[in-house]
């Protein structure tokens, strides 16, 4: 029994003097530097020329890669500028086909109509998402199909229109004319494209070209007398906005620009007229006292 219990009562002594030695000696584990023990040193200098290797490697794939897709890049730009030499082409034929009237296009048939507004549709759904290379190539596509497709070019010049591609704008949408020469928005459409460009004379051109059409939209009198004021036509800007307050009478805006432009042609009856009814529709307009200051010098 008692050489039994011996053994036991050994381990358990071994067991109480090396706690007794770790007790001590643990302040001094714990004050131990494990960064500066060489092993360690040695594995982290490892660690670091590893991550340096990566990050190396990750810069070179990444020039690669940017080397790799510029032919990729190029052959889109390729592909867009093919696309708008087609339908430059396709409107430079179907014009000479007008101007002579022989070889007629052909007529598109059922099942060519059903794809054409499908691809219009696409076209004006990437259009409103912003997705303006997308609906340009669809409404190509539709012009593929059919050459003298009025949609397609009017949706096709506000893609141009959208991207500040003025040229292809303009080009686009004359040529949209020769389809369908009343078309009235294609005149303004025109008419902005110029004032743009900085040529008012022409954009005062299409927008009386646009009122000839239809005379029922005031905001183009209104318009078209603010480009006859920037070349100092006055008395023809003024007949303009007197167009615009027939259509809508009591527009405070419209009014209060009748008011300014009688001023400056010294008419001094339409002025007072003007002024007076502006007052009565908008009696709190702040220019009220301005403009009444500068009629009273005329008298």
């Not at 001590?24 to 040695?42: C, G, H, S």
């Not at 389809?179 to 025109?190: C, G, Q, R, T, W």
């Not at 023809?236 to 009688?262: G, R």
Request: glycine fraction near 4%.
């Amino acid at each position: 029994m008692f050489f039994s219990i011996t053994p036991f009562v050994l381990l358990l002594i071994s067991l109480f003097v090396i706690i007794i030695i770790i007790v001590r000696k643990f302040p001094q584990l714990t004050l131990l530097d494990v960064e500066n023990i060489p092993e360690v040193r040695q594995c982290r200098q490892k660690d670091d020329l590893l991550r340096k290797r990566v990050d190396k490697n990750f810069a070179v794939s990444q020039k690669s890669w940017s080397e790799r897709i510029k032919p990729i890049i190029k052959k889109l730009k390729e592909i867009q500028l093919s696309f708008r030499k087609y339908v430059g082409k396709v409107e430079k034929e179907a014009v000479s086909r007008v101007k002579r009237k022989d070889k007629p296009i052909k007529p598109v048939g059922a099942e060519e109509t059903h794809t054409l507004e499908i691809l219009t549709q696409e076209a004006v759904h990437a259009f409103e998402e912003g997705k303006y290379d997308l609906a340009e190539e669809k409404y190509i596509s539709a012009i593929r199909l059919d050459p003298r497709n009025k949609k397609a070019y009017s949706g096709l010049g506000d893609v141009y229109i959208n991207q500040d591609q003025i040229e292809e704008a303009e080009e686009t949408l004359e040529f949209l004319l020769t389809l369908d020469k009343n078309n009235d928005a294609v005149y303004v459409k025109l008419g902005n494209l110029a004032e743009e460009k900085g040529d008012i004379t022409r954009a005062v051109e299409f927008y009386q070209q646009a009122i000839l059409i239809n005379d029922q939209i005031s905001t183009r009198f209104i318009k078209l007398s603010e480009l006859l004021r920037s070349l100092e036509e006055y008395d023809t800007a003024l007949e303009a906005v007197s167009q615009a307050l027939e259509l809508e009478p009591n527009n405070p805006k419209y009014l209060d620009k009748m008011v300014e432009i009688a001023i400056m042609v010294g008419d001094s009856g339409l002025a007072e007229e003007a002024y007076n009814q502006l007052r009565m529709v908008n009696p709190e307009n702040q220019k009220l006292e301005a403009l009444r200051s500068k009629i009273d010098k005329m008298n």
